[in-house]
C-alpha cells in the first residue's frame, strides 16, 4: 500500500496563479484533512471530508476550496494564490468519521507534503 | 486559536540521554496523541493516550497525561541519533473532534 499520496511535491506560483493539490489514500479510509504547516505554527486544519460526498471548513479555510472527489482521492484548490499562502501543505487520512462523539482509538495518516512558495 | 503549545521549541541531548517534552492545551479533550516529523517528511503517528489514562508506555516512548492541567509529556528513554526529529503532540477536542497540534519540539540527539 502507498499510504497517502500527495502531488506536486513542490510548486512555485505568482500571486493570482491558481493551482490544485492532489491527495489520494489506498487504505479505505472514511475521513480525510488538509493541513497547512507554518513555522512555528504547528499544523493548522485548512478543510476535511469526513466521509465521501461531505466537506466541512476547519480553522483557517479563507482562499481554500476542496472537493472530496471519490472515497480515495481529496483535493485542494487555491482559486488565487497569495503570499500568505506559501507553506508546507499535507493531507492526512483516517479510518473514522469525525462525526461527533467518543470514538476509539483514531489516528491519522499523513501524506509526505507539497511546498508551495508564492511569490 | 486552539492551538497547544510545546515546551521546550527544541532540545540537543547526547545519544543514550533521555528527552522530554511537555505539552499543554486548552479544550477538553478525548485522547491525545504523539508524532513525529523527520525533516522534510509527513507526521507519523507514535502513541495515542486515552483521556482517562494517566501514563502509557510504548518501547522507550512513556506518555502522561494530566487533564486536570491540560497537559502531557513525552520522554525518550535511551535516545539514538536516529530519534532526531520533530515532535508534535494533538489533542482530539471532546466537543469538535478534531485533532488540534501544538506547536513542536525539534530534538537533535547527538551521536
Known amino acids: 500500500n502507498a499510504g497517502v499520496t500527495q502531488t506536486p511535491k513542490f510548486q512555485v506560483l505568482k500571486t493570482g496563479q491558481s493551482m490544485t493539490l492532489q491527495c489520494a489514500q489506498d487504505?479505505?479510509?472514511?475521513?480525510m484533512y488538509w493541513y497547512r504547516q507554518d513555522p512555528g505554527m504547528g499544523l493548522r486544519l485548512i478543510y476535511y471530508?469526513?466521509?465521501?460526498?461531505?466537506?466541512d471548513k476547519g480553522e483557517v479555510p479563507n482562499g481554500y476550496n476542496v472537493s472530496r472527489l471519490n472515497k480515495r482521492e481529496f483535493s485542494l484548490r487555491l482559486e488565487s494564490a497569495a503570499p500568505s499562502q506559501t507553506s508546507v501543505y499535507f493531507c492526512?487520512?483516517?479510518?473514522?468519521?469525525?462525526?461527533?462523539?467518543?470514538?476509539?482509538?483514531?489516528?491519522?495518516?499523513f501524506g509526505p507534503g507539497t511546498r508551495l512558495l508564492v511569490l | 486559536s486552539q492551538q497547544g503549545e510545546e515546551d521546550p521549541q527544541a532540545l540537543s541531548i547526547q545519544e543514550g540521554e533521555n528527552a522530554t517534552m511537555n505539552c499543554s492545551y486548552k479544550t477538553s479533550i478525548n485522547n491525545l496523541q504523539w508524532y513525529r516529523q523527520n525533516s522534510g517528511r509527513g507526521l507519523v503517528h507514535l502513541i495515542l493516550i486515552r483521556s482517562n489514562e494517566r501514563e502509557k508506555h510504548s518501547g522507550r516512548l512513556r506518555v502522561t497525561l494530566d487533564t486536570s492541567k491540560k497537559s502531557s509529556s513525552l520522554l525518550i528513554t535511551a535516545s539514538r541519533a536516529a530519534d532526531t526529529a520533530s515532535y508534535f503532540c494533538a489533542a482530539r477536542s471532546y466537543n469538535t473532534d478534531k485533532l488540534i497540534f501544538g506547536t513542536g519540539t525539534r530534538l537533535q540527539v547527538f551521536p
Open positions: 487504505m479505505n479510509h472514511n475521513s
Open positions: 471530508s469526513a466521509s465521501e460526498g461531505t466537506t
Open positions: 492526512a487520512s483516517s479510518a473514522l468519521s469525525i462525526a461527533g462523539g467518543q470514538g476509539p482509538q483514531e489516528t491519522q495518516y
